[in-house]
């Protein structure tokens, strides 16, 4: 399984936008991760389309949008036309999940459902045919730098598995406070995209961190 890793560029200095994208694109990103936060859904607010928009004209890379947002139905079409490559929603946010995630892969994207520490894997199942992706919350999601929650290990693990009981291709991400300490485990609990924000623009060598990162997800003897 090939390990995809994704900046997330809210721990990014957005004054100098344009040196930190591509700084991480040569560093080797699979793709860009966007925190899109509402202040209702999730208590802090980030950007929308014009940050898309923006990080589109940057790289070639796909976006990966995380939706932090109540009522994400709301953006799809707005978001997908400013380059949104996948959108990923909440199903806490998304009463009728099916149908959305339909929308979002009518747009033309990839459709992400994410599930916060607190939720259970049991709310993604009957959905698995309609994802291309799964994000397992290891943090409560509103703020980079959080620290990493044990619990979401099992979690992990328990979601490979239904995934592949499914034979579902959709690829399994974790997001929030992945890092040097924890990405080995994560990989091996069977993620394969990894969000990670403070780890490496916090990092002296955000290039060197990507590798690092990488490098931590195979079978150590
Ligand atoms: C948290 C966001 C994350 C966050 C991850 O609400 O969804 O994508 O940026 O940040 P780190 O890697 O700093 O935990
Ligand atoms: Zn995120």
């Known amino acids: 399984m090939k390990v995809r890793i994704a900046p997330s560029i809210l721990s990014a200095d957005f004054g100098k936008l344009a040196d930190d994208i591509a700084m991480v694109v040569d560093g080797g990103a699979d793709m860009i991760h966007l925190d899109v936060m509402d202040g209702h859904f999730v208590p802090n607010i980030t950007f929308g389309e014009k940050m898309?928009?923006?990080?589109?004209?940057?790289?070639?890379?796909?976006?990966?949008?995380?939706?932090?947002?109540?009522?994400?139905?709301?953006?799809?079409?707005?978001?997908?036309?400013?380059?949104?490559?996948?959108?990923?929603?909440?199903?806490?946010?998304?009463?009728?999940?099916?149908?959305?995630?339909?929308r979002i892969r009518q747009l033309g994207c990839w459709a992400g459902a994410a599930i916060n520490p607190g939720t259970s894997l049991v709310s993604v199942r009957e959905?698995?045919?309609?994802?291309?992706?799964?994000?397992?919350m290891s943090v409560n999601p509103g703020f980079g730098g959080q620290e990493f929650i044990p619990a979401s290990l099992d979690k992990i693990a328990r979601a490979r598995h239904m995934l592949d009981e499914f034979r579902s291709s959709a690829a399994l991400e974790v997001d929030g406070g992945v890092s040097r300490e924890t990405i080995h485990d994560v990989w091996r609990a069977g993620a394969d995209t990894f969000v990670a924000g403070n780890a490496i623009f916090t990092a002296s060598n955000p290039q060197v961190e990507i590798k690092?990162?990488?490098?931590?997800?195979?079978?150590?003897?």
């Open 52 to 102: 898309i928009g923006a990080v589109k004209k940057l790289t070639s890379l796909p976006l990966d949008v995380h939706m932090m947002v109540s009522e994400p139905e709301k953006y799809f079409e707005s978001f997908a036309g400013a380059g949104a490559s996948g959108m990923t929603i909440h199903v806490e946010a998304a009463p009728h999940l099916q149908r959305q995630l339909a």
């Open 212 to 221: 690092a990162l990488r490098m931590l997800c195979v079978e150590t003897v």
């Open 127 to 136: 959905v698995v045919a309609d994802i291309d992706l799964l994000l397992v």
